[in-house]
């Protein structure tokens, strides 16, 4: 495909959806309107979150000081604001969904066929240094199985990334004054996975110093293998950066830390590796490996009990991620 076809968000979902895809005009209305909403989280994150007419004209709620999420960690602006941003899109647009979930807040319920994830600013303490931020996104049908994710990256630009179909394609945020009022998703490329088993990035979260003697040994073997050092404590922003360069994305079980959240960060992203032939594994404490089939399906009726999960693990291109196992 030709990238000067200038192809929007909705005709690609158009396009690459064959219509018999259940509940197709629904699950591109989701996709559509959540896109949408990250266009002024992007306007309000490039501004610090410091615009109060924004803030008051779009009646959103102020944090309350030292609040803390269902993960009992506090609160900041950044993640209150945004949450509000794509929660208000999909009520306002009376978007038919499933249930809403987010890190930020209990489910919401509605009557659709999919259901919601939102991980609306990962990497949310990297704002104040100016640091990569993304969101992530993760929709599920009625048997708890994810169809879909996407993230988008707040940088130098802004892009989506998104899985569907059995493809992987990159949109860049089009800014130009042409379109100054009516920004859009473009479609910049179809994505591939360098499968390397060498010289790729090593993006390794946590403290190292609480790892387990398997885990060191294979931070150790990266090392010897030439796996560049690159964490930036940006889930989302170390993912994209191993999408290109190949390599592999830890953050590994440790005493007393919150680990990443299961099905707001890690299972949105394997669905994209795994799309891309990549691989995802849950790491437990003891060094035992769960996979992607392993997880409990999320559901209308288990989303409250099963939401807020939180595990190590371990995720990247096959040959660097299955290096694990022979450790």
């Not at 048997?143 to 990334?161: D, K, M, R």
């Not at 590796?273 to 209308?300: R, W, Y």
């Amino acid at each position: 495909m030709e990238h000067s076809e200038q192809i929007k968000l909705t005709r690609f979902l158009e396009r690459e959806l064959p219509h018999y895809f259940p509940n197709k005009g629904d699950l591109i209305e989701i996709i559509e309107t959540i896109a949408e909403a990250t266009i002024p989280i992007r306007g309000l994150l490039e501004k610090g979150i410091t615009s109060r007419e924004i803030h008051l004209r779009m009646n959103i709620r102020e944090p309350e000081k030292g609040t803390k999420n269902i993960y009992e960690e506090e609160q900041i602006h950044e993640d209150i604001l945004t949450h509000s941003i794509i929660l208000k899109a999909l009520v306002e647009n009376k978007v038919n969904f499933s249930f809403i979930a987010s890190e930020e807040a209990e489910p919401i319920f509605g009557t659709g066929k999919y259901g919601i994830t939102t991980d609306p600013v990962d990497g949310s303490s990297n704002v104040a240094v100016n640091r990569t931020v993304g969101t992530i996104v993760g929709i599920w049908d009625e048997n708890g199985n994810i169809i879909c994710s996407f993230y988008v990256l707040y940088g130098i630009f802004t892009n989506l990334v998104i899985a569907v179909n059995g493809k992987v394609a990159e949109f860049i945020l089009d800014t130009t004054p042409y379109s100054m009022n009516f920004y859009h998703y473009i479609l910049h490329d179809y994505l591939t996975l360098p499968d390397k088993d060498r010289g790729g990035i090593r993006c390794m979260g946590g403290d190292n110093e609480t790892w387990s003697e398997k885990c060191k040994k294979y931070e150790r073997e990266l090392m010897k293998r030439g796996y560049k050092d690159r964490y930036s404590g940006s889930f989302v922003g170390d993912f994209h950066a191993i999408l290109y360069y190949g390599g592999i994305y830890s953050y590994f079980p440790q005493e007393n830390k919150t680990k990443l959240r299961l099905y707001y960060e890690w299972l949105p992203l394997a669905f994209i590796a795994k799309t891309l032939k990549g691989e995802f594994f849950i790491i437990e404490p003891n060094d035992e490996i769960m996979e992607m089939a392993d997880t409990e399906p999320l559901k209308k009726n288990n989303v409250k009990r099963i939401h807020a999960t939180t595990c190590g693990g371990l995720i990247g291109n096959k040959k660097a991620v299955e290096l694990f196992r022979l450790i």
